[in-house]
Structure formats: structure tokens, C-alpha cells
């Protein structure tokens, strides 16, 4: 879609290719992290957010996580990342606890209650994600567009300052 255009009046940056593909890509995640965090919030009582967090640490393991790990992972400041898991410890679903590798630090862990809340959000995301996500596709293009997907997350990623 490499398209050389002078855009020179609304209608035709309204109408322009590329906008409209990337309008088209934020109106459905818009879309469907509406209904799939709903689907999570309603039936596990966390936010999409949180679900996101418990993976993060889930998919780190132990010892766990610093904070700035996880601020950088879901692009939020020191101050919002700490608001968060002070909710997160607060619902059971985290400890903070000695950092080994640094006497000053400290670290984010699941919980057993926050391990457990993260495999049932994600048996509910996952028939949430086949239904509303892959079925809808193609089934031959569906690799290739998670493929491209991971590339635009990391490009993205990448591409943004760091947070302080």
C-alpha cells in the first residue's frame, strides 16, 4: 500500500489509504479490547489492565518483576505502575518482595489467588480471542497477520521514549 499522495484537503486525507488502514486498525483494537475486557471484568472482576499485568508477571516467573519492568511492558509512569499494583497487592493478587540481586529494590509476584485469577481470565480471553479475533479471519492468513502484528507492537515499542 505505498502510495505517493499529496493530501491537500480533508476529503482527500480522510479518503487517503493509509489513514484509513490505521483507522481501521485502532477502531478494532478500540472495539475488541471493549468487549474482551468486559468479558474479563464481568466474569473474573479485574480489569483488562490487570489481566495484562498478571501475564507480564505469570509469563516472567519468579523471583518476579521490578516496577519499572512492568511500567516499560504496559507504557506507564512510575507513579501509574505503583498506583496499580498498590490495587493489585490491595486485591490479593500480587506481593511485593525483596529484590536478591538488589538490597534496595524490590519485586512484584503473582500470588496464589493472583496466579489463579490469571488462568481463569485467560480461559475466558481465549475463547473471547478465537471468537471475536481469529474465526473472523481467514484461517491461511491468520499466522501471517499475528506475525505482522508482533512486528508493528515491536516497532512501536521501540520506537517510544522511555518513561520515567
Do not use: K, Y
Amino acid at each position: 500500500m505505498v502510495m505517493e499522495s499529496v493530501i491537500g484537503s480533508a476529503r482527500e486525507a480522510a479518503q487517503d489509504g493509509r489513514v484509513l488502514a490505521f483507522g481501521r486498525l485502532v477502531g478494532a483494537a478500540s472495539r475488541l479490547e471493549h468487549i474482551l475486557g468486559r468479558a474479563i471484568e464481568e466474569e473474573c472482576g479485574i480489569s483488562h489492565l490487570v489481566f495484562e499485568v498478571l501475564l507480564i508477571l505469570g509469563r516472567h516467573g519468579e523471583p518476579g518483576l521490578p516496577m519499572r519492568a512492568i511500567g516499560r511492558e504496559q507504557v506507564l509512569t512510575t507513579g501509574g505502575v505503583t498506583r496499580l499494583v498498590d490495587r493489585m497487592e490491595t486485591a490479593g493478587l500480587v506481593e511485593r518482595t525483596d529484590d536478591p540481586s538488589d538490597r534496595r529494590g524490590r519485586l512484584v509476584r503473582l500470588t496464589p489467588f493472583g496466579e489463579e485469577t490469571a488462568v481463569r481470565a485467560a480461559r475466558v480471553h481465549v475463547a473471547n480471542v478465537q471468537r471475536f479475533f481469529l474465526d473472523v479471519l481467514p484461517e491461511e492468513d491468520r499466522d501471517r497477520f499475528a506475525e505482522d502484528l508482533r512486528i508493528l507492537s515491536n516497532t512501536a515499542r521501540d520506537a517510544l521514549p522511555r518513561l520515567r
